[in-house]
């Protein structure tokens, strides 16, 4: 059984930081791209940032030079730095990760629950 769970998150000023992490446990073989997603209300759930195995990282244009993604594939985490945020970045932050399972042979896409960030005065 693998487990995605976040953590971090809550409310913050405008130009203030957060910091969200997740962790991904189980019977776990191997992760390949780990990634951010959000979802506004009324709104498509939408890429913020994804990094892969090599760390090669990949940005939203509404987020590029203010957010950060890093991950540690011994702890099979990720981790994203929010800095300079918006009020536009309010959303449900939802971590993805594509994962190998113990006695499988291909990877699947598993999701965190999600946690809220609200940007506001």
């Known amino acids: 059984q693998v487990q995605v769970v976040e953590s971090g998150g809550g409310l913050v000023q405008p130009g203030g930081s957060l910091r969200l992490s997740c962790a991904a446990s189980?019977?776990?073989?191997?992760?390949?791209?780990m990634g951010w997603y959000r979802q506004a209300p009324g709104k498509l759930r939408e890429l913020v940032a994804t990094v892969t195995r090599g760390a090669s990282p990949n940005y939203a244009d509404s987020v590029k030079g203010r957010f950060t993604i890093s991950r540690d594939n011994a702890k099979n985490t990720v981790t994203l730095q929010m800095d300079s945020l918006k009020p536009e970045d309010t959303a449900v932050y939802y971590c993805?990760?594509?994962?190998?399972?113990?006695?499988?042979?291909?990877?699947?896409?598993?999701w965190g629950q999600g946690t809220q960030v609200t940007v506001s005065s």
């Open positions: 189980g019977n776990i073989v191997k992760i390949y791209t």
């Open positions: 993805n990760a594509n994962i190998v399972p113990r006695l499988a042979s291909s990877s699947y896409s598993y």
